[in-house]
């Protein structure tokens, strides 16, 4: 696995850091085109190696922008230009997923393919959020033992308590609110589209084409339901639940629904003979998959196993955790499967996925957390979290309860700044929405969520595949070729649409 999938799957989509210097900013620069004034961009060699091609620069923005003159942090942008000018069109950006997902390595690991599929059509760009990679970045001074995935996921405990979760998420959320300052605060989906507004006006481009995905469709929704005027070919990829009630709550709750419906994919896969001759069989029938991982995890649960990584040993719940990491690609059954025969082999240390070997680094584990609790208020009532993960974790065994469990947000110092962004069917029909149908990260049924706010502006397709991601991510070629489509020539589906696998 690439490192760039790595830190993707870690902070569940797309966190890969982007250190190093780049190029600095010059001063404003006259507009290119209608409603476009704005800072320019000055384009250098990107710090780090990526796509070849890939320029980089940095984007000021206002902390906060009330006080549009005040306090300015950075964005790293980058892009990669069109190699036929007589055929370019625009712009296609890239929004990355999250929340706490990099954009600069994202065009880095897709840029080749997309750009092959656009065939000179668009500048690719994209851009690391605030918060995120090259960008200005927050902290909270987490200690290493409140930095570990397993730990920001708040997986109650072998018994099902979650005294231990309260505990953590009252002393995340006071960190937080002691050191994260402005830019912490200023972390949240009303401000990274508008930064993308600002985005736009440096490129000097009226419109924007976009490729979003995860947590990046919703941004892109907003964008669109803010700036409807400034969009132009819109792909939302991997679609959450719009809820304004909700947001981030709602697509954490979710994922225990996400999770069973994607699990039988992995037991088929793992009680398939072909698996025998690779040792990582782990049933004769598919239906055993699920009670065996079921029963090793709360073996685990009790009798912790000592793992190849010193300190950290493997608990019952980062199996389970492992297990929602794998969910998200078939390209990573084969790790928890065989992560699940060492736990069996007495004489074995289980070798920890590199995304649950270690503590994320406190910027990474500020950007995680940040957007969730800046976006909306959650109900702060521990009694009624320890009712809903104990009704969560009987009716999704799987996931045991903590997609409904209590995280930092419901102690958070800071009330959300404004309301989320309701998304409706009002403005241009230039939206094509994209989804696999047994996603564990995002859904179906809240994508159904999405489509159904965006109305006549959206066309739907519905790919039979599991897994997270969906154009260029899966191999499904109609997909692919219905999203290159419409990108490249306008042609969209005059109504939704399947492809099978």
Known sequence: MTTYARRTLLLTLSAAAVAGTLAAVSPAAPAQASGTTGPALTWGACAEP???????????????YRDPDGPQLRLAVSRV?????????GTLLLIPGGPGGSGVPWLGAKGAALGKEMAGAYDLVSFDPRGTG???????????????????????????????????SRRIAAACGRQGGA?????????????IERLRRAL??????????????????????????????????SNGDPDPSRVERGWLANTAAGADERFPDFAAWAADPAREGQGLRLAERPQDVRPLVLRLAAKLDRVPKESGTKGVPLTGNLLRQALQNALFSDGFFAQFARLVRQAQDPAAR?????????????????????????????????????????????????TAGMPANVVPC??????????????????PSNILMIQNRRDPGTPYFGALKMRQALGGRARMVTLEHGGHGAYLGNGNACGDRTVTAFLTTGRRPQQDTYCAD
Request: hydrophobic share 40%; with cysteine; charged share 25%.
């Open 204 to 237: 000097g481009e009226a419109k924007l084409s976009a490729w979003a995905s995860s947590y990046g469709t919703y941004v892109g929704a907003v964008y669109a339901q803010k700036y409807p005027q400034h969009t132009d070919r819109w792909v939302l990829d």
């Open 81 to 89: 230009r069109s190699e036929r000018p007589g055929a370019r069109r």
């Open 134 to 168: 090259g960008s200005t970045k927050a902290n909270c001074g987490l200690g290493p033992a409140d930095r570990h995935l397993v730990a920001l996921r708040p997986w109650p405990g072998p018994d099902g308590g979650i005294t231990e979760n309260v505990a953590r």
């Open 350 to 398: 289980p070798v920890l996925p590199g995304a649950l070997a270690g503590p994320l680094p406190d910027e990474d584990a500020a950007a995680l957390m940040a957007p969730l609790c800046n976006d909306v208020r959650w109900p702060a009532s521990v009694a009624a979290y320890r009712r809903a993960a104990a009704a969560d974790r009987a009716r999704h065994p799987l």
């Open 50 to 64: 990526g796509l070849a091609r890939q320029e980089c620069a940095e984007l000021p923005v206002p902390v906060d």
């Open 183 to 195: 830019v912490l605060r200023s972390l949240s989906t009303a401000n990274e589209v508008r930064d």
């Open 410 to 427: 419901a102690f958070w110092k800071d009330a959300p700044a404004q309301k989320p962004t309701r998304i409706t069917a009002d403005g």
